[in-house]
């Protein structure tokens, strides 16, 4: 074996955990995004945290501690201050005379180390754990963001709120009854608090939503709403003004929606917040939605295709010219697909420029333009301009109208490869609704060169998942063969401290990859509905969304019910 292979390396792959390709693919993705080799693996799939951990701490002789499922002592978490241990991620562990032993997951870090026996002013003993269990640890064992709760924070309001008697609001409601000052500190750290939790709680929006007697908080983690807070209706004033302090949005318009933007810092990484708020009956409704850098450092082989569709796929953009379409509702991953196709494209031989609305995430090396309305910059305008500019690949962020979708097909005719996006339901429904649009279906059909329909599926928590066997009824009505059954893996979640009890923690896609070969064409050309053309693409081989989804419940990746969820079985299924 290579010496230039680490020791936790050569141990996973003496377990057979990982192979030896699998490594060095590893190595190179790594370094072709300065990550850690070990963070790379878990990233690709190939092994979990736990596992790598195990071999780290083999590797330099230190304990590994499986720190879900220890019992921590109350007076020993008193022992670090909770500051300190999110600073430097950190998780007391137990104390045994006079030495603390400590979680931390990096044992080179001896900084870290140090500076906690310096600031701690005792003996202190390392042992290793996964970053994301000690994490989960410090918010599920402290409780508290940075010493104070949620419930002192309201209490403080209650006490130091001026009273008012309610008035009605003429426009949307009483949103400034009981009116506190946006800048107070109960304010200010309550809205710091929502940010800072949604962060740890891995949410991708914060809902802010006022009712009668309530304003309800909500996160959105997983793609599945949680109710976390309800504080008294007349918080809702100070909290919007607050919000909207510090996304640069007009404190005093109520009438109209507003967009607006917060960059904040989360531990070692920086954040954007997209806030959106619009005026409803009991008064303005915000939403946050978290973008969050490392979602979108993702590429091609962790997006969850089947082999088939990931082999197609890489085909698919290797191709000089042509139109791929990703379809699916908000919230599907597509954005993240195209920005991994775009990742895998970039290089400097290549110029790539996208058109987005708005530009949610900055992609080093390539040109990203955004939409401006309010000046005329639309889609259109932008894809005419870019063309002089003499790129390989342009990305519009999404086909609205007929004129944005004409000029892409002119682009793609004439020598581009042209990614974008369409809300269908499946992959054949977006050759109807481009000619619904207006354009007509032997520009259709001589530009789209394939359509990928996808949806998110929530995977089974890795800390808590268990083999069982649905019910013979719901096999029937699925209608899995024997020799499906024989080399099935069905799993799902008992519920753990890890994923919140849910059984699901992470997302996965699952798609529908539909390549318009020539017979594909023909029926495009001739004006045929989209049930002709989806049967015509499964009988050429394409997997629909519901299938793709059933072969990841076989393989113990998701469940029944969250293909349900997503994806409607078909006629042809």
Request: charged residues 30%; glycine residues 6%; contains cysteine.
């Amino acid at each position: 074996m290579a010496s230039t292979i680490p020791g936790f390396a050569e141990i996973l792959i003496r377990r057979k955990t990982i192979s030896n390709d699998q490594f060095l693919e590893a190595d190179q993705v790594a370094r072709d995004t300065n990550e850690l080799p070990q963070d790379t693996l878990i990233k690709l799939g190939y092994a979990t945290p736990e596992e790598v951990m195990r071999a780290v701490a083999e590797e330099h002789r230190v304990e590994f501690v499986d720190i879900m499922r220890t019992k921590i002592p109350d007076d020993v978490i008193q022992l670090v201050p909770e500051s300190v241990a999110r600073e430097n991620n950190v998780m007391p562990i137990d104390e045994l005379d006079g030495v603390l032993r400590v979680a931390i997951s990096n044992p080179s870090d001896v900084d870290t180390i140090e500076k906690l026996r310096f600031i701690l002013n005792r003996d202190v003993r390392i042992s290793l754990a996964p970053i994301d269990g000690i994490r989960e640890s410090i918010n599920r064992l402290y409780g508290q963001i940075e010493g104070e709760s949620a419930d002192s924070i309201l209490q403080e309001f209650t006490d130091t709120a001026i009273d008012f008697t309610e008035t009605e609001d003429a426009d949307f409601g009483a949103e400034d009854d009981g009116l506190v000052d946006e800048n107070s500190a109960p304010v200010v750290k309550l809205v710091q608090l929502m940010i800072q939790e949604a962060v740890q709680l891995r949410a991708s929006d914060i809902h802010v939503e006022p009712f009668e007697n309530r304003v309800r908080i909500r996160y959105r983690i997983d793609g599945i709403l949680h109710e976390r807070d309800n504080p008294p209706r007349r918080l809702l004033g100070p909290l919007l003004s607050r919000i909207k302090i510090i996304s640069k949005i007009d404190i005093a318009e109520r009438r109209r929606p507003q967009d607006g933007r917060i960059k904040i810092t989360a531990g070692e990484k920086e954040l954007d917040l997209r806030v959106s708020v619009i005026p409803t009956n009991h008064g303005q409704s915000v939403v946050m939605r978290l973008l969050d850098p490392d979602n979108i450092k993702v590429g091609i082989r962790q997006l969850g295709f089947s082999e088939k569709n990931f082999k197609e796929f890489n085909q698919l953009i290797k191709r000089p010219n042509g139109i791929i379409l990703v379809t699916g509702p908000t919230g599907s991953g597509k954005t993240t697909t195209l920005y991994a196709a775009m990742s895998a494209l970039n290089r400097p031989d290549r110029k790539i420029i996208t058109a987005e609305d708005p530009v949610e995430y900055y992609l080093q090396g390539i040109n990203q333009v955004q939409v401006n309305h309010k000046i005329g910059l639309d889609f259109s305008r932008i894809i005419r301009s870019m063309l002089r500019q003499a790129p390989n690949i342009i990305l519009v962020g999404e086909m609205r109208d007929q004129e944005t979708a004409s000029i892409g097909i002119e682009a793609s005719l004439t020598g581009h490869l042209v990614f974008s996006t369409l809300h269908t339901n499946d992959a054949p429904s977006a050759v109807t609704r481009m000619v619904d649009m207006g354009v007509p279906g032997y520009l259709v059909a001589s530009s789209v060169i394939a359509i990928m329909a996808q949806r998110l599926v929530r995977t089974i928590c890795p800390k808590c998942r268990q083999k069982y066997r649905p019910s013979d009824e719901v096999l029937e009505e699925i209608g899995f063969t024997p020799e499906q059954l024989e080399t099935a893996t069905f799993m799902r979640g008992k519920g753990c401290n890890a994923c919140s009890k849910s059984g699901y923690k992470g997302r996965i896609g699952i798609y529908e990859l539909m390549i318009v070969n020539n017979k594909v064409r023909e029926l495009v050309f001739a004006g045929a509905n989209t049930t002709e053309i989806r049967k015509l693409a499964i009988e050429q081989g394409m997997n629909t969304l519901y299938l793709d989804g059933l072969e990841k419940v076989l393989k113990g990746v998701t469940t029944i019910e969250e293909v349900y969820r997503v994806a409607k079985k078909t006629e042809q299924d």
